[in-house]
């Protein structure tokens, strides 16, 4: 159905045409896994009605798209939108417009509430659309990454480490039975996916943590996604870990890992990390960002990452919007405890 904001003339149209989605995505600089048709797809997998809409003025030209993804809480519906609204060049200059339309389209109750997750895709337009449009931003601690500069290259970024973390890299790198490969042949991806899981399961249980990740609704969908990039390290036929980032036009993203007990005594995750700053660099990404830091709950992992950089970056905050302020104050309380 196609919905026309009254005010400015602009129209919400919904994209079935995955190829179609996916191109916008990708021809947009902020693009990510995130706002593409695969994470929508696993969205959906995991319960969540999922629609993709795009925003276009009188003239047909596109100004935004959101994937949004709906559940139902009981009486109320919550919405959700990770990885946008995305803005086009046109479309920031229109930012507020944009975002009322999409709040026409999407017609919230009374109980409802929309949740924006940019996931570092904010743009000027976007905030200020938010912002004008009365929402509400909610930030956390666990909403902070750590990053490293990609432009000032590959001496500057190992000079800048915690001499440890280098010592760490030198030792996994002088151990020939320490081997590393990026996986691009679709049937080795699903393969190593598969003890990714296997391990990944084994890592929950001996750390004593859980999230809410499904590793066998996203196995496809990781392992045939070239912006997926997989890294195996074995140390001799033994695989001992898998790392798996994903890739934008900028930013070089820490995803998911695994490993064994044994890679750790090997030093096998600096091995990972420093080529996956080696490749970041080669796509001629300017950021690699180490996908979030939890200092308070998960303190080895923590040491580690700050091991190669102390540049603190804020993920940005949740924006909320609900026709009831109780309703955004209510859900604000308890995101930010």
């Not at 943590?209 to 392992?223: E, G, K, P, Q, T």
């Amino acid at each position: 159905m196609t919905k026309t904001d009254g005010e400015t003339g602009l129209r919400v149209l919904p994209v079935t045409d995955v190829p179609t989605w996916d191109e916008s995505v990708w021809g947009q600089p902020r693009g990510t896994i995130f706002s593409a048709s695969g994470w929508g797809t696993y969205k959906a997998r995991r319960g969540a009605g999922v629609e993709r809409l795009s925003v276009v003025d009188e003239g047909g030209d596109l100004l935004g798209l959101a994937q949004v993804q709906m559940r139902r809480r009981g009486p109320a519906r919550q919405a959700y939108i990770q990885g946008g609204p995305l803005l086009t060049d046109k479309g920031e200059r229109h930012g507020e417009a944009v975002v009322r339309a999409l709040l026409a389209r999407l017609a919230l109750g009374p109980l409802d509430l929309l949740v924006v997750d940019f996931n570092r895709t904010e743009s000027p337009g976007a905030v200020l659309g938010l912002l004008a449009a009365g929402f509400r931003p909610v930030a956390t601690a666990g909403r902070h990454t750590l990053e490293v500069d990609l432009t000032i290259g590959l001496e500057a970024v190992l000079a800048g480490a915690d001499p440890r973390w280098r010592q760490r890299l030198r030792k996994a790198e002088r151990n020939a039975a320490l081997t590393v490969r990026f996986l691009d042949d679709p049937a080795e991806r699903l393969s190593a996916f598969d003890a990714f899981t296997a391990m990944y399961a084994a890592l929950k249980t001996r750390k004593g943590f859980s999230n809410d990740f499904d590793a066998a609704a996203y196995r496809d969908i990781a392992a045939n996604d070239p912006r997926h990039v997989m890294l195996e390290v074995r140390e001799g036929e033994e695989l001992c870990l898998v790392r798996i980032a994903h890739l934008s036009r900028d930013r070089f993203t820490d995803f998911f890992t695994a490993s064994t007990e044994r890679a750790k005594a090997s030093s096998a995750a600096h091995l990972a990390v420093w080529n996956f700053i080696c490749r970041g660099m080669e796509k001629g990404c300017r950021v690699f960002d180490f996908g979030g830091i939890d200092p308070a709950s998960n303190r080895g992992v923590y040491d580690f990452k700050r091991g190669l950089t102390r540049n603190v970056a804020s993920s940005g905050p949740l924006w909320l919007y609900g026709r009831h302020r109780l309703v955004t104050a209510a859900a604000g309380a308890v995101l930010a405890r």
